[in-house]
């Protein structure tokens, strides 16, 4: 396939700046909701912030900022409007009402559901597609208007227009329908997942988990030697993929998995529940950090919110912080670690050394650095829980 500059969509960004929301959060949200567009083939072409009280109840902007945007999409001829935060069927269908009037076709969508169009072109296992589908249904039928129909027929673009009005209740019945077909299919795949991993060999369960983009896949390589597709993309993994690795003679599973974001959309969650099980079951987790990433620390956070969310907030873990190659720390850190004549890195390998943190580790996957140090940080933890499953381990080994 060979694109043209004519076929890529353009796009406008919007977002607020609330009490809720620092001008900085917002900056740095829509520099991730314009990667989230790159990787779904959508270029940006600018971006429009309102600071107020609370979004605008019928336009999200309010309505002069709206009649700004309004304007520039028009003369610009840009494709689509893509909003940080979740739509309302209200505020879709007034924006669009808007555009009509004005005899202007503009595709109006939001980062929830810019996320679900991505995981439908990355999914590939039928479970995987199931639940993309299911996520897409549940999030559409609320929000049905007549551009939203039909989403479930669409392939690879980004929010489609749909048919006349008066087909609006056949959609909603269709829709429903779906979703009934949709949660039997995975309720039926669910139960042969469970039966097959009753049967996998007894082993330890290590499961990596982190913000997507952070370097998961890339270190599943390192670790088990195995070929994981990775890219500078975001969601680049949406199956999990599981493989067998051995450390100093103590072999476990080693699980790669989705990445999380930001405002991952509920109804995502939910029907991906199966694909999570691989990290609700897991014995061990390895939570890897893009350290070179400004907004680090939040990403931290909204992992480990998610874990709890998922039942997963209490396993042994070990925060894995990647990409240490490419750490540029702040101005101010810089100047904190000078004046205490340590090294960028050593500056912030201190900020983790409290003991009430789980363990944390420095590492490159790209460049190979400190690998052995995690492998046996790891080791550590997996043994433990080994030899619990396995407590003649040592004598039945020495035994061959
Ligand atoms: N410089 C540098 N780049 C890295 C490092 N680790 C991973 N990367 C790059 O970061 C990008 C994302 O890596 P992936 O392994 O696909 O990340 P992931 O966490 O699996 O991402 P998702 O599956 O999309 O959630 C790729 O371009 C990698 O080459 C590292 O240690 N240093
Ligand atoms: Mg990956």
Redesign the pocket.
């Known amino acids: 396939m060979f694109s043209t500059e004519k076929d890529i969509e353009t796009a406008v960004l919007i977002a607020l700046v609330t009490p809720k929301q620092t001008e900085e959060q917002t900056r740095e949200y829509l520099a991730e909701l314009e990667f989230l567009a790159e990787t779904a083939g959508v270029k940006t072409v600018k971006t429009f912030v309102q600071r107020l009280e609370r979004p605008d109840l019928n336009l999200f902007l309010g309505k002069g900022r709206f009649e700004d945007v309004m304007a520039y999409v028009i003369d610009q001829g840009i494709d689509l409007i893509i909003c940080d935060d979740d739509l309302t069927g209200r505020q879709i269908r007034n924006m669009e009402t808007a555009f009509q009037q004005r005899n202007k076709e503009v595709k109006i969508i939001d980062r929830s559901l810019l996320i679900l169009n991505i995981f439908a072109m990355r999914a590939q296992s039928v479970q995987a597609r199931t639940q993309v589908e299911l996520a897409q249904q549940q999030y559409v039928l609320p929000r049905l208007t007549r551009m939203w129909t039909h989403l479930s027929r669409q392939r690879g673009g980004v929010g489609m227009r749909g048919p006349g009005e008066k087909e609006l209740e056949t959609d909603k019945r269709i829709a429903n329908d779906r979703i009934a077909f949709l949660k039997d299919k995975l309720a039926r795949i669910d139960r042969q997942a469970v039966t097959q991993r009753k049967n996998r060999e007894q082993m330890v369960r290590v499961a990596l988990v982190g913000y997507t983009n952070v370097g998961?896949?890339t270190l599943m390589r390192r670790l088990a030697k195995a070929e994981?597709?990775?890219e500078n993309k975001l969601f680049?993994?949406v199956d999990s993929t599981v493989r067998k690795v051995t450390i100093e003679n103590i072999p476990f599973l080693l699980t790669?998995t989705v990445?999380f974001i930001r405002k991952l959309p509920t109804m995502l969650i939910e029907s991906f529940k199966s694909t999570l099980d691989e990290v609700r079951e897991a014995d061990v987790l390895l939570h890897v950090v893009d350290v070179s990433h400004p907004g680090h620390e939040e990403q931290i956070q909204v992992v480990n919110q998610i874990l709890a969310e998922i039942g997963a907030g209490d396993k042994p873990m070990i925060l894995v912080f990647n990409k240490i190659d490419l750490y540029q720390p702040s101005p101010e850190m810089e100047f904190e670690a000078q004046e205490g004549n340590f090294s960028p890195i050593d500056f912030l390998k201190n900020t983790y050394l409290d003991t009430e943190k789980p363990k944390a580790i420095f590492i490159s996957a790209e460049k190979k650095e400190n690998i052995d140090e995690l492998r046996q940080a790891l080791l550590d933890l997996v043994k433990a829980k080994h030899f619990q499953i396995f407590p003649n381990w040592l004598e039945e080994s020495n035994s061959y």
């Open positions: 998961k896949s994981v597709f990775a680049a993994t790669d990445g």
